[in-house]
């Protein structure tokens, strides 16, 4: 088995209550980071320019 493989049989398996209250705590901490970080880039060049691409992308899935 991968390494990725271990690594998302631990996640599946993982459930709140075995996680530490630092570990939530953190885990939150960063959640609104990256969601603040996102909503302030949501109107950047960069931003823009990845809803441009995905728009014209064909309709399907992609691997």
Do not use: K, N
């Not at 271990?6 to 969601?35: C, I, K, M, P």
């Amino acid at each position: 088995m991968v390494i990725a493989d271990d690594l998302g049989s631990w996640a599946a398996a993982l459930r709140f209550e075995d996680l530490s209250e630092h570990a939530t705590h953190t885990v939150r901490q960063r959640l609104v980071d990256t969601l603040g970080c996102g909503l302030g880039a949501c109107h950047a060049e960069p931003s823009r320019a990845a809803r441009r691409l995905a728009r014209a992308l064909p309709p399907g899935p992609y691997e």
